[in-house]
């Protein structure tokens, strides 16, 4: 068993759990140092051993608690603080608040781990709430310095505790700034990583989709037909590829201007987009033209596709756009029989979509000589 294997059955195979559970042990670890050094104590004569022993059955009990519960999922029901961080540092600000409280003379140290609580907080709380805790912790530990000064002077004198809560107020005061500044620069590096992310995702779409109509590009289109007749290769591949052009394109940029010409474009593709198969792909071959893959159909199941865009083009108005011309296309179908044959049978589209406009545009050529068209 791998040490991957190991942590994964330890600490599970969701990331963000993954990462949740890790905290939660790093905080029993440090419990269970923590529970060593205050026995330790005991055998010095520092600390009475039934209060040290309660002390440890709350830091380890609920460390394991913690961890448990984030290890099951449970935290997952909740709709905010899945990390736990918040329970997690108010139980362990009570574990050192009742630590202060019986180890006497070496209580000094135990300032510095209601510091170590606080940072650990900048990893998910809020600037307001890493000051929320700073300012929780202080009240803990300060009432309890306090609270020992009054009852047990002689082991807590009160010029020592006075000097403790400040010392204490310096520390968690620094703690809580250093966990807003980092926690600040952790905010701040999560939105950088998300704004990345979108031009990373905004790059890929430039580089496999045509800006003006959404639709794939030339060159996406041709790996997607590798990709298809590769997939294809075990059985004989059947796929039609069609080369659309609009008729008299140029004239509408000459009369309506180009912002006119980019409408009809993006209408064309709406409206085509609309009509094919939904495993069939729509591409801008260039200029005014488009490239139509359609696997699984030979040339005439390409032609009777054309026709249903055909009349979907017809019956959508370009009022506004083209002053209400009529937008046709002219096209030609060919059937593609492998990887070798994709440039080829885009040329024989491509001859038989210019027979189609010398014969009167408005139609669309397939590879037979009786092949339907698109005119009325």
Same mark, same amino acid.
């Given at each position: 068993?791998?040490?991957?294997?190991?942590?994964?059955?330890?600490?599970?195979?969701?990331?963000?759990?993954?990462?949740?559970?890790?905290?939660?042990?790093?905080?029993?670890?440090?419990?269970?140092?923590?529970?060593?050094?205050?026995?330790?104590?005991?055998?010095?004569?520092?600390?009475?051993?039934?209060?040290?022993?309660?002390?440890?059955?709350?830091?380890?009990? #609920?460390?394991?608690?913690?961890?448990?519960?984030?290890?099951?999922?449970?935290?997952?029901?909740?709709?905010?603080?899945?990390?736990?961080?918040?329970?997690?540092?108010?139980?362990?600000?009570?574990?050192?608040?009742?630590?202060?409280?019986?180890? #006497?003379?070496?209580?000094?140290?135990?300032?510095?781990?209601?510091?170590?609580?606080?940072?650990?907080?900048?990893?998910?709380?809020?600037?307001?709430?890493?000051?929320?805790?700073?300012?929780?912790?202080?009240?803990?530990?300060?009432?309890?310095?306090?609270?020992?000064?009054?009852?047990?002077?002689?082991?807590?004198?009160?010029?020592?505790?006075?000097?403790?809560?400040?010392?204490?107020?310096?520390?968690?005061?620094?703690?809580?700034?250093?966990?807003?500044?980092?926690?600040?620069?952790?905010?701040?590096?999560?939105?950088?990583?998300?704004?990345?992310?979108?031009?990373?995702?905004?790059?890929?779409?430039?580089?496999?989709?045509?800006?003006?109509?959404?639709?794939?590009?030339?060159?996406?289109?041709?790996?997607?037909?590798?990709?298809?007749?590769?997939?294809?290769?075990?059985?004989?591949?059947?796929?039609?590829?069609?080369?659309?052009?609009?008729?008299?394109?140029?004239?509408?940029?000459?009369?309506?201007?180009?912002?006119?010409?980019?409408?009809?474009?993006?209408?064309?593709?709406?409206?085509?987009?609309?009509?094919?198969?939904?495993?069939?792909?729509?591409?801008?071959?260039?200029?005014?033209?488009?490239?139509?893959?359609?696997?699984?159909?030979?040339?005439?199941?390409?032609?009777?596709?054309?026709?249903?865009?055909?009349?979907?083009?017809?019956?959508?108005?370009?009022?506004?756009?083209?002053?209400?011309?009529?937008?046709?296309?002219?096209?030609?179908?060919?059937?593609?029989?492998?990887?070798?044959?994709?440039?080829?049978?885009?040329?024989?589209?491509?001859?038989?979509?210019?027979?189609?406009?010398?014969? #009167?545009?408005?139609?669309?050529?397939?590879?037979?000589?009786?092949?339907?068209?698109?005119?009325?």
């Amino acid at each position: 068993m791998g040490p991957a294997t190991i942590r994964e059955r330890l600490l599970g195979a969701d990331r963000r759990q993954r990462l949740r559970a890790s905290q939660a042990l790093l905080v029993l670890a440090i419990y269970l140092v923590f529970a060593g050094v205050q026995h330790l104590e005991v055998l010095l004569g520092l600390i009475d051993e039934a209060q040290s022993w309660m002390l440890t059955a709350w830091g380890v009990g #609920g460390g394991l608690l913690f961890f448990a519960a984030i290890r099951g999922g449970l935290n997952l029901r909740l709709r905010k603080g899945r990390s736990l961080a918040i329970p997690q540092a108010l139980w362990s600000m009570v574990a050192i608040s009742w630590s202060y409280a019986i180890t #006497g003379p070496a209580r000094g140290g135990v300032i510095l781990i209601m510091m170590l609580v606080v940072l650990f907080g900048m990893f998910d709380l809020t600037p307001l709430k890493a000051r929320a805790m700073a300012a929780i912790a202080f009240t803990m530990i300060g009432s309890v310095m306090v609270w020992k000064a009054c009852t047990d002077p002689a082991r807590y004198d009160p010029r020592v505790e006075g000097l403790h809560l400040v010392f204490s107020g310096i520390v968690l005061a620094g703690a809580s700034v250093l966990a807003v500044r980092i926690g600040r620069l952790r905010a701040h590096l999560q939105a950088q990583r998300s704004e990345l992310a979108s031009a990373l995702e905004r790059i890929q779409s430039l580089a496999t989709h045509d800006e003006l109509t959404g639709l794939l590009n030339r060159r996406a289109v041709l790996e997607r037909l590798q990709v298809e007749l590769r997939e294809r290769d075990r059985a004989p591949p059947r796929l039609a590829v069609a080369l659309i052009d609009l008729d008299h394109f140029k004239r509408v940029n000459d009369e309506h201007g180009h912002a006119a010409g980019d409408a009809v474009l993006r209408r064309f593709a709406e409206v085509a987009r609309d009509e094919v198969r939904s495993g069939d792909l729509l591409a801008r071959w260039g200029g005014e033209e488009f490239l139509l893959m359609m696997p699984g159909a030979d040339a005439a199941q390409g032609l009777r596709g054309l026709a249903r865009i055909r009349e979907r083009l017809r019956a959508t108005p370009m009022d506004g756009i083209a002053g209400g011309r009529v937008v046709t296309f002219s096209a030609g179908v060919a059937e593609c029989v492998g990887r070798a044959d994709i440039e080829p049978a885009i040329e024989r589209a491509d001859a038989l979509m210019y027979r189609a406009k010398q014969a #009167g545009r408005d139609r669309a050529f397939g590879p037979a000589a009786d092949c339907a068209t698109l005119a009325a």
